[in-house]
């Protein structure tokens, strides 16, 4: 008989107990029989579930070794990854053992840990090495262009040179080598200040990382201190104008140098004749070439109050009914500024003058200078009588000194002359000496008032007469020359 061969795959039946969440031994039996009820033996699989033994997979980020500066660096972790086949992302499973101290050079070791659910373990490390990158320094702040410093000649040299470094490991101190040549045993730089002359030291730093500075110093032994100059008088003074300025006299010192090696010399704009503020200055100079320049400040003022006067004597007579300007017969003088000033400066404080009355009356007058001195009160008489001449837009007789005076006198050299005259006229001043010659011709031409400073610092002294022709007469008056 003939056998035929069907597939009954779909008839098959399977029981199992395998637990594939727990390790252990499990089986598997297949059974299956056809369409008339023919069994066949059935068949047993055995299964052998496992713990998982692959551990996950943890990557650094960025690079295995990474360097940080010392001190001014950071550390900033560049991260990592972990994926287990298993149990997936196990980035936040990761520990980090391992420090890394910013302050100290040195080379620190991260370890980086992670472990899946079956204790499979992963690491990984990196390196961090902390440096130094920064050089020493050295530094002297005496030291000016051109790495000069100034060393004052026979003083006590004091070696201002610092090194410095920008890494202390915290225990020691900055650990770095100090090198100066040439030295003196005490470690500074061997200056001998006895002599002039420039020695160049050589200072060098080097630090542990190797890092090295070097800096040359040329050392200029010389006498740098300037004389002292003594004014011997205050800083200001004060000179009344017109009398002569004799300045008092100046001294220096030096530190090193006696008065034959100090040059002294005086330069000055004074004019003792002239209202301002002038100076002395003073330079001295020492055999180093050190300089000092001092002024005396020398203030030229007029302390002296004006003067007021009568031209006429000290009752001016009037006929009745005149009419005249009473300032027309004072006579005004002050040390420096001229009549015509003071006249502008005329005060009267007082005037019962009465032209149309008989009587003797009082005007009162003051004036002062240009520098503020009030001169005193004069109170000039004034007589109104029908007995005298009636005086009309002029003065009557006048005396000839008045017309013309002549200040300061005696004099220096230098004086003014002042003319005040009733009316411009054809005027002619000048200077004559004892034997009749003209030595300085002062003014010509028509004049009423006026006042002119003569110079005759290069004459003789003596007496001169100052000499005006005006209206067919001669006024003379007497000038000492001293």
Not at 291 to 305: A, F, G, Q, Y
Request: contains cysteine; glycine residues 6%; aromatic residues 8%.
């Amino acid at each position: 008989m003939t056998q035929l061969k069907v597939n009954i795959s779909s008839r098959l039946t399977s029981t199992s107990d395998v637990d594939d969440q727990a390790a252990g031994i499990y089986y598997v039996t297949y059974c299956v029989s056809d369409a008339s009820g023919n069994a066949a033996p059935c068949v047993t699989r055995v299964v052998y579930v496992v713990v998982d033994q692959s551990a996950p997979e943890l990557t650094l980020l960025g690079a295995d070794t990474v360097y940080v500066d010392v001190i001014t660096g950071k550390y900033n972790e560049p991260g990592f990854t972990a994926i287990d086949k298993t149990d997936g992302d196990l980035k936040t499973a990761v520990q980090v053992t391992g420090s890394v101290d910013i302050f100290k050079i040195g080379s620190y070791t991260l370890t980086y840990t992670v472990q899946d659910a079956q204790a499979n373990i992963a690491t990984a490390t990196r390196t961090v090495i902390v440096r130094d990158l920064v050089f020493p320094t050295i530094t002297n702040d005496e030291m000016k262009a051109g790495n000069i410093v100034e060393v004052q000649l026979q003083s006590v040299f004091v070696d201002r040179t610092v090194p410095a470094d920008n890494y202390s490991n915290g225990t020691f101190g900055p650990r770095f080598t100090y090198v100066i040549s040439p030295s003196t045993a005490q470690g500074d730089a061997d200056v001998d200040t006895r002599v002039k002359g420039t020695t160049v030291v050589t200072y060098k730093v080097t630090d542990e990382s190797m890092n090295q500075t070097t800096l040359v110093i040329n050392y200029v032994v010389e006498d740098y201190i300037a004389p002292v100059i003594s004014l011997n008088t205050l800083d200001t003074v004060y000179h009344n104008v017109n009398d002569p300025y004799t300045p008092v006299k100046a001294s220096v010192t030096d530190n090193l140098y006696d008065n034959t090696q100090v040059s002294l010399t005086r330069t000055s704009n004074v004019n003792p004749f002239q209202l301002g503020l002038y100076t002395d200055t003073y330079t001295a100079t020492d055999a180093s070439g050190n300089v000092t320049v001092r002024n005396r400040w020398v203030r030229v003022l007029d302390n002296e109050s004006p003067e007021i006067s009568s031209k006429v004597g000290p009752v001016v007579k009037l006929g009745l009914f005149s009419n005249v300007l009473l300032s027309d017969y004072l006579k005004l003088t002050d040390n420096y500024d001229s009549p015509k000033l003071l006249g502008d400066n005329l005060k009267v404080t007082f005037n019962d003058v009465n032209f149309y009355e008989e009587g003797v009356y009082a005007a009162v007058f003051e004036t002062n200078d240009n520098s503020g001195n009030m001169s005193q009160a004069y109170t000039l008489l004034i007589e109104i009588s029908s007995a005298y001449e009636r005086v009309t837009n002029g003065v009557g007789s006048i005396t000839n000194g008045s017309l013309m005076s002549v200040y300061p006198n005696p004099s220096n050299g230098i004086f003014n002359v002042s003319i005040d005259l009733p009316s411009q006229e054809e005027v002619t001043v000048a200077i004559y000496d004892m034997m009749g010659n003209q030595v300085v011709d002062v003014v010509t031409g028509q004049l009423q008032t006026g006042s002119y400073t003569v110079d005759m610092t290069g004459k003789a002294a003596g007496m001169y007469f100052v000499r005006m022709t005006a209206h067919n007469q001669v006024f003379n008056q007497k000038v000492i020359i001293d």
